[in-house]
């Protein structure tokens, strides 16, 4: 199977240097254009239709890298990604993937970093993702994925980043992820079913809870209500972020800006 046709987009970088062997009080400016390739798919492509794919199932103890950011793919996460038991980092952000998280990436257990973020995904998180004692990073904002938030995530003990938001998440949240020491951002604003409190021992730097009165919901960040939760069009919109927590974050000038929704650095 071929891969998917190409396009190709070139960036231009300035970058000036003086020259070494320049006698005179005036140094000559050399200006340099470094051409970054930046490489995407026209078409949309399953991902076990790609040629990187197919070279993972082929050696899955050689693959340690699977990146398809923004790569216009579809179809589903196929469960044949299981057998990939050296991957380290799995991107996927930004596509048309469609169906169920499988259970089969619980057997990742050298996985560090996992973005599915912004796709089509469904149906409710696996309890197997638990078994990922080596993420930390978790990323799966803006889908549709249903259920509660597993109990089994409190065995993530190196995770660092928990993005969860706009998705249809319910229920409370647990009290096992008071074991995750090292959790610094955790994202679970806009899943209208969700509310509780930050499980006691967790210590953020960065918390986002009830994002956009028209989700519904209740606040982050107090106690869930006896009854379901209802749509709320009065109850304006809330960030909640624990005291001593950063609001801001500092630009490359030493001056601080207001922290956005999507401040992390994707990885390609």
């Not at 990604?81 to 050296?86: F, I, P």
């Not at 809870?209 to 009065?234: F, N, Q, V």
């Amino acid at each position: 199977l071929s891969e998917p046709p190409l396009t190709f987009s070139l960036h231009c970088e300035e970058f000036a240097f003086s020259d070494p062997h320049m006698k005179s009080a005036s140094m000559m400016q050399v200006i340099m254009l470094v051409m970054v390739l930046s490489i995407g798919s026209t078409t949309a492509a399953k991902i076990n239709e790609t040629a990187a794919y197919q070279t993972c199932i082929a050696a899955p103890t050689s693959c340690t890298r699977l990146s398809y950011g923004s790569s216009q793919l579809s179809g589903t996460l196929p469960t044949e990604l299981g057998a990939l038991t050296r991957l380290i980092y799995m991107h996927m952000y930004d596509n048309q993937v469609t169906g169920t998280v499988p259970t089969e990436l619980g057997s990742l257990t050298a996985l560090t970093y996992m973005d599915i973020e912004r796709n089509q995904l469904t149906g409710t998180m696996p309890t197997e993702l638990g078994a990922l004692t080596s993420l930390r990073e978790l990323e799966l904002l803006e889908n549709q994925i249903t259920g509660t938030l597993p109990t089994e995530l409190g065995a993530l003990t190196r995770i660092s980043d928990l993005l969860l938001s706009n998705n249809l998440l319910m229920g409370s949240i647990p009290t096992e992820l008071g074991a995750l020491s090292t959790l610094a951002n955790l994202w679970l604003c806009d899943n209208p079913g969700l509310c509780g409190n930050i499980p006691a021992g967790v210590t953020l730097e960065y918390f986002s809870g009830y994002c956009s009165s028209a989700s519904g919901g209740t606040l982050l960040g107090s106690e869930c209500p006896t009854s379901p939760p209802t749509a709320s069009p009065s109850l304006s919109p809330t960030t909640f972020t624990p005291t001593g927590s950063p609001t801001s974050s500092p630009t490359d000038n030493g001056a601080e800006q207001p922290l956005k929704a999507n401040w992390f650095r994707k990885r390609d």
